[in-house]
Protein backbone atom coordinates (compact mmCIF):
# COMPACT_ATOMS: atom_id res chain seq x y z
CA UNK A 1 0.00 0.00 0.00
CA UNK A 2 1.28 3.16 -0.58
CA UNK A 3 1.31 6.27 2.06
CA UNK A 4 -0.19 8.35 -0.12
CA UNK A 5 -2.95 6.18 -0.98
CA UNK A 6 -3.94 5.88 2.74
CA UNK A 7 -3.30 9.38 4.05
CA UNK A 8 -6.21 9.78 0.82
CA UNK A 9 -8.00 7.38 2.64
CA UNK A 10 -7.93 4.81 0.11
CA UNK A 11 -7.61 1.24 0.66
CA UNK A 12 -5.24 -1.98 -0.64
CA UNK A 13 -5.85 -5.36 -0.38
CA UNK A 14 -3.96 -7.04 2.37
CA UNK A 15 -3.18 -11.12 2.23
CA UNK A 16 -5.98 -12.94 3.99
CA UNK A 17 -3.74 -15.38 4.95
CA UNK A 18 -1.12 -13.21 6.88
CA UNK A 19 -3.44 -12.15 8.71
CA UNK A 20 -5.54 -14.94 9.50
CA UNK A 21 -3.36 -16.25 12.59
CA UNK A 22 -3.56 -12.52 13.58
CA UNK A 23 -7.56 -12.72 13.99
CA UNK A 24 -6.98 -15.74 15.44
CA UNK A 25 -9.21 -14.35 18.62
CA UNK A 26 -11.36 -12.72 17.38
CA UNK A 27 -12.59 -15.15 14.70
CA UNK A 28 -15.27 -17.86 15.37
CA UNK A 29 -14.59 -21.30 15.22
CA UNK A 30 -14.15 -22.94 11.80
CA UNK A 31 -14.73 -18.52 10.44
CA UNK A 32 -12.27 -17.64 7.60
CA UNK A 33 -10.99 -14.22 6.17
CA UNK A 34 -11.90 -14.35 2.73
CA UNK A 35 -10.88 -10.38 1.46
CA UNK A 36 -8.68 -7.74 3.66
CA UNK A 37 -7.81 -3.92 3.13
CA UNK A 38 -6.27 -2.01 5.12
CA UNK A 39 -5.73 1.85 5.67
CA UNK A 40 -2.60 3.29 7.22
CA UNK A 41 -3.79 1.11 10.78
CA UNK A 42 -6.85 0.73 10.35
CA UNK A 43 -9.03 -2.54 8.50
CA UNK A 44 -11.61 -3.86 7.15
CA UNK A 45 -11.73 -7.86 6.61
CA UNK A 46 -14.85 -9.88 5.06
CA UNK A 47 -15.17 -12.97 6.93
CA UNK A 48 -16.96 -16.07 5.55
CA UNK A 49 -19.63 -14.93 8.28
CA UNK A 50 -19.32 -11.02 9.20
CA UNK A 51 -17.69 -7.54 7.95
CA UNK A 52 -15.28 -6.72 10.38
CA UNK A 53 -13.76 -3.08 10.97
CA UNK A 54 -10.56 -2.73 13.04
CA UNK A 55 -10.06 0.51 14.45
CA UNK A 56 -6.88 0.93 15.73
CA UNK A 57 -6.51 3.39 18.54
CA UNK A 58 -3.74 6.13 20.29
CA UNK A 59 -0.59 6.68 19.18
CA UNK A 60 0.63 3.00 19.21
CA UNK A 61 -2.18 1.42 18.15
CA UNK A 62 -1.87 -0.75 20.64
CA UNK A 63 -5.53 -0.52 22.14
CA UNK A 64 -7.75 -1.75 18.88
CA UNK A 65 -12.05 -1.90 18.10
CA UNK A 66 -12.81 -4.68 16.59
CA UNK A 67 -16.18 -3.72 15.27
CA UNK A 68 -18.44 -6.93 13.48
CA UNK A 69 -20.95 -6.56 11.62
CA UNK A 70 -22.98 -9.67 10.39
CA UNK A 71 -24.14 -9.86 6.84
CA UNK A 72 -27.37 -10.51 7.25
CA UNK A 73 -27.76 -6.79 8.89
CA UNK A 74 -26.94 -5.56 5.52
CA UNK A 75 -29.77 -4.28 3.37
CA UNK A 76 -28.58 -2.42 0.64
CA UNK A 77 -25.07 -2.00 -1.10
CA UNK A 78 -23.64 0.36 -3.97
CA UNK A 79 -20.72 0.55 -5.96
CA UNK A 80 -19.06 3.80 -7.20
CA UNK A 81 -16.30 2.95 -10.02
CA UNK A 82 -13.76 5.53 -10.19
CA UNK A 83 -13.95 7.80 -13.50
CA UNK A 84 -10.94 8.96 -15.72
CA UNK A 85 -10.71 11.91 -13.59
CA UNK A 86 -11.64 10.49 -10.20
CA UNK A 87 -8.91 8.64 -8.36
CA UNK A 88 -10.95 5.99 -6.20
CA UNK A 89 -14.09 3.71 -6.12
CA UNK A 90 -16.78 3.70 -3.58
CA UNK A 91 -18.65 0.69 -1.80
CA UNK A 92 -21.81 2.17 0.37
CA UNK A 93 -23.16 -0.13 2.40
CA UNK A 94 -26.66 0.06 4.35
CA UNK A 95 -27.21 -1.42 7.52
CA UNK A 96 -30.35 -2.36 9.44
CA UNK A 97 -31.54 1.06 11.61
CA UNK A 98 -29.14 2.98 10.28
CA UNK A 99 -30.27 5.89 7.74
CA UNK A 100 -26.05 6.65 6.67
CA UNK A 101 -23.96 4.01 4.68
CA UNK A 102 -20.97 2.76 6.11
CA UNK A 103 -18.72 4.45 2.69
CA UNK A 104 -15.56 2.47 2.12
CA UNK A 105 -13.00 4.01 -0.39
CA UNK A 106 -10.54 1.75 -2.80
CA UNK A 107 -7.89 2.77 -4.72
CA UNK A 108 -7.87 2.69 -8.72
CA UNK A 109 -5.75 -1.02 -8.51
CA UNK A 110 -8.13 -3.01 -6.73
CA UNK A 111 -11.37 -3.87 -8.77
CA UNK A 112 -14.05 -2.93 -6.72
CA UNK A 113 -16.19 -5.43 -8.85
CA UNK A 114 -14.47 -8.48 -6.70
CA UNK A 115 -15.01 -6.68 -3.44
CA UNK A 116 -18.91 -6.20 -4.18
CA UNK A 117 -18.84 -9.61 -5.45
CA UNK A 118 -17.48 -10.64 -2.47
CA UNK A 119 -19.70 -9.16 -0.28
CA UNK A 120 -23.17 -9.86 -2.60
CA UNK A 121 -22.09 -13.52 -2.13
CA UNK A 122 -22.82 -13.44 1.63
CA UNK A 123 -25.66 -10.71 1.65
CA UNK A 124 -27.81 -12.84 -0.59
CA UNK A 125 -27.61 -15.91 0.54
Known amino acids: MGLLDGLLGNASEVEPSSIQAE ?5 APGERVEK ?8 FVFTDKRL ?9 GKKVEY ?3 PYRSIT ?6 AGTFD ?12 AAPIQLQFNKKLSIYTVQSVLASYVLR
Open 52 to 60: IFVNRQGMT
Open 36 to 43: AYQLIRDM
Open 87 to 98: LDAELKIWVTGT
Open 76 to 81: RLSVET
Open 67 to 69: QSL
Open 23 to 27: FAQVL
